[in-house]
């Protein structure tokens, strides 16, 4: 069975700071794995997958597959980067495709 | 078309009753997922479609719950008998034909009075 597993439920910087949201997985494929984040009062999106190793809003993340982790970095945090943000894994083939397993996410809160 | 939608946004509703959900995904995208979020939780996938077909149930999914694709567009998740437990933020997805990234909707709130 697939789990993601995100060991913090709140997380607290100052502004500038950098920031560090954990994430670890167990899957026995060759997973494909993305954090999500929800700004207050808005939808669920797409902040990066592995897959594409992007830099989006100055976060990265990388997957070690030694470790199973797919945490997610900025080095300067900033007061918009206060939301909810969620790891995620996807299933890569068969009749599952496309579903995703969420962790149960990580509030993060960046204080000016 | 600007989006994953849904409808209605909030439902409050007494056990026993029956509720239904609407989820109108991107025009084209030919997959469709449900997913249940309660509080403190991640959201969890309840069923997915590929066109008009539901390819997977999850346990999740008991036999009080129903969706249906009709003609591979919009989709509906129907709650029989609600219990309290039901209560949720139901949410839908609908995925890129690329399968490159899985689009939300804002979801439904249900409370179960």
């Known amino acids: 069975a697939q789990r993601v597993t995100q060991p913090e439920k709140l997380l607290s910087v100052f502004k500038g700071a950098p920031v560090e949201l954990k994430c670890n997985y167990s899957y026995s494929g060759s997973p494909e794995l993305f954090w999500y984040v929800q700004y207050s009062r808005q939808r669920l999106q797409l902040l990066l997958r592995h897959i594409s190793r992007e830099s989006i809003k100055g976060f990265t993340a990388d997957l070690n597959k030694g470790e199973t982790s797919f945490h997610l970095k900025k080095p300067f945090a900033q007061e918009e980067d206060s939301a909810m943000y969620y790891c995620?894994?996807?299933?890569?083939?068969?009749?599952?495709?496309?579903?995703?397993?969420f962790g149960q996410g990580t509030i993060l809160t960046v204080h000016p | 078309d600007t989006g994953v939608s849904q409808d209605p946004r909030h439902k409050i509703t007494k056990r026993g009753q029956n509720v239904t959900f609407r989820c109108d995904p991107i025009s084209e995208h030919n997959r469709l997922y449900w997913y249940r979020q309660t509080l403190g939780q991640g959201p969890e996938f309840l069923t997915y479609?590929?066109?008009?077909?539901?390819?997977?149930k999850s346990r999740l999914l008991s036999d009080r719950f129903s969706a249906e694709r009709p003609k591979g567009s919009f989709s509906t998740l129907e709650i029989q008998r609600t219990e309290q437990g039901d209560s949720a933020m139901y949410l839908c997805?609908?995925?890129?034909?690329?399968?490159?990234?899985?689009?939300f909707g804002p979801g439904t709130r249900l409370t179960v009075l």
């Open positions: 995620a894994l996807r299933s890569a083939g068969g009749t599952s495709y496309g579903k995703l397993t």
């Open positions: 997805a609908s995925l890129t034909r690329s399968y490159n990234e899985q689009f």
């Open positions: 479609f590929q066109n008009e077909a539901q390819l997977e």
